[in-house]
């Protein structure tokens, strides 16, 4: 696979997840909104990078097997769970009706053809099955992400070149509806976590997606952007780290 998303995800893979839990605790998250197991509950998570959404969803009981397209992510995932392979999330390698349950914690909205991997999620569930996928926001009014990155990225976006990452937005509704999923239901889910100091927000963004953001800004504009959010948070009487995101199921 050599979408440029998976050689970030391959570059930050050893680091993903270890500044602050911030994965892991939308992960647990997710897995809480899902119905208990019945013994021998089949869960495949599709994009599952260090393990977020799977080792919550084994704790609970399901039995979990994994996919990422990042090799170096499968690598680190597998010394916890064996049952993690290297796949596209829009070709599994997995029979027809093979799981009751598909996960897929802030992927689908990076993928090129998004509805070409739900309807590849629907074709491995049961009929019936369920599926759980998280996105990222909105922030619920009254609810201050604690940092200025969102103006940041706004006002630094126009210095990407033309061919760099693009924000696209993804109506995860209407791709379920039009994959012909049914009972769609959204959730709100949040979190606010504790930063040691103003630099480990900035280390946190160079250790996931947003790490191709700042590749892709010249070595000064990146530069100056790391100064002028480490200063904004140094002003400030606390560090955290405020985001939410919108956690989807839908029945095949
Ligand atoms: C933001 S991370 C989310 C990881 C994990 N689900 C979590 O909640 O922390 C996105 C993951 O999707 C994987 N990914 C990106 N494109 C993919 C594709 N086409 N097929 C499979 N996995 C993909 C990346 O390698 C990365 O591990």
């Given at each position: 696979?050599?979408?440029?998303?998976?050689?970030?995800?391959?570059?930050?893979?050893?680091?993903?997840?270890?500044?602050?839990?911030?994965?892991?605790?939308?992960?647990?998250?997710?897995?809480?909104?899902?119905?208990?197991?019945?013994?021998?509950?089949r869960l495949l998570d599709v994009?599952?990078?260090?393990?977020?959404?799977?080792?919550?969803?084994?704790?609970?009981?399901?039995e979990v097997f994994a996919v990422?397209?990042?090799?170096?992510?499968?690598?680190?995932?597998?010394?916890?769970?064996?049952t993690v392979q290297?796949a596209d999330a829009a070709a599994l390698p997995f029979d027809v009706a093979t799981f009751d349950v598909v996960?897929?914690?802030?992927?689908?909205?990076?993928?090129?053809?998004?509805?070409?991997?739900?309807?590849e999620f629907k074709r491995v569930l049961v009929?019936?099955g369920?599926?759980?996928?998280?996105?990222?926001?909105?922030?619920?009014?009254?609810?201050?992400?604690?940092?200025?990155?969102?103006?940041?990225?706004?006002?630094?976006?126009?210095?990407?070149?033309?061919?760099?990452?693009?924000?696209?937005?993804?109506?995860?509704?209407?791709?379920?509806?039009?994959?012909?999923?049914?009972?769609?239901?959204?959730?709100?889910?949040?979190?606010?976590?504790?930063?040691?100091?103003?630099?480990?927000?900035?280390?946190?963004?160079?250790?996931?997606?947003?790490?191709?953001?700042?590749?892709?800004?010249?070595?000064?504009?990146?530069?100056?952007?790391?100064?002028?959010?480490?200063?904004?948070?140094?002003?400030?009487?606390?560090?955290?780290?405020?985001?939410?995101?919108?956690?989807?199921?839908?029945?095949?």
């Amino acid at each position: 696979m050599t979408d440029a998303w998976i050689a970030v995800f391959d570059q930050v893979a050893e680091s993903y997840d270890t500044v602050v839990p911030f994965f892991s605790s939308f992960g647990q998250l997710t897995v809480a909104a899902l119905p208990p197991p019945a013994k021998g509950t089949r869960l495949l998570d599709v994009g599952a990078g260090t393990g977020a959404v799977a080792l919550a969803a084994r704790l609970r009981g399901y039995e979990v097997f994994a996919v990422d397209g990042s090799a170096a992510m499968v690598s680190r995932l597998s010394a916890l769970l064996p049952t993690v392979q290297v796949a596209d999330a829009a070709a599994l390698p997995f029979d027809v009706a093979t799981f009751d349950v598909v996960t897929a914690g802030f992927v689908v909205h990076l993928l090129s053809d998004p509805r070409a991997a739900l309807r590849e999620f629907k074709r491995v569930l049961v009929p019936g099955g369920l599926l759980a996928l998280t996105v990222t926001g909105p922030l619920p009014e009254g609810f201050e992400p604690g940092d200025r990155s969102n103006e940041l990225f706004a006002e630094f976006s126009r210095y990407l070149p033309a061919d760099g990452p693009a924000n696209t937005a993804f109506d995860a509704r209407a791709a379920l509806a039009s994959t012909g999923f049914r009972n769609v239901t959204q959730e709100h889910l949040e979190v606010e976590l504790e930063l040691a100091d103003p630099e480990a927000m900035w280390r946190w963004y160079a250790t996931h997606g947003t790490r191709r953001f700042f590749d892709a800004l010249d070595k000064e504009r990146r530069e100056e952007f790391r100064q002028r959010l480490v200063a904004d948070l140094a002003h400030r009487p606390e560090v955290v780290l405020r985001r939410a995101a919108s956690l989807f199921t839908a029945r095949t």
